[in-house]
């Protein structure tokens, strides 16, 4: 079992910045691969950024350029760095991650862990 706790979320006006953590345990977090997903009222979730065990990076069109994931495999710990926010990025953020395999799917049915949200809300 992986246990994912996000934190970092919060209001922030148009153009500002956040950075989301998300703490595991459980597994070795260096075999894990893992990412970010969102789910915006009445939307279905989907993948923000993903990154595997040696951090390669993989992330959705309408952020790139925008946000960041990294990992820290010393601290067990997962960041997505959200730059110039934009009303439409609002949405619960969620970690994800999958014990093995190359990469996270970008796909919510083939998630094994979820972390349980953390509200990121961009005022325009």
């Known amino acids: 079992q992986v246990l994912l706790v996000e934190s970092g979320g919060g209001l922030v006006q148009a153009g500002g910045s956040l950075r989301l953590s998300c703490a595991a345990s459980?597994?070795?977090?260096?075999?894990?691969?893992m990412g970010w997903f969102r789910q915006a009222p009445g939307r279905e979730r989907e993948v923000v950024a993903r990154?595997?065990?040696?951090?390669?990076?993989y992330y959705a069109d309408s952020v790139l350029g925008r946000f960041t994931i990294s990992r820290d495999n010393a601290e067990n710990t997962l960041y997505l760095q959200m730059n110039s926010l934009k009303p439409e990025d609002t949405a619960v953020y969620y970690c994800?991650?999958?014990?093995?395999?190359?990469?996270?799917?970008?796909?919510?049915?083939?998630?094994?862990?979820w972390g349980k949200g953390t509200l990121v809300t961009v005022s325009s």
């Open positions: 990154i595997n065990w040696i951090s390669r990076t």
């Open positions: 459980g597994r070795p977090f260096s075999r894990l691969v």
């Open positions: 994800a991650a999958n014990d093995g395999g190359a990469v996270l799917p970008n796909s919510a049915a083939g998630i094994d862990y």
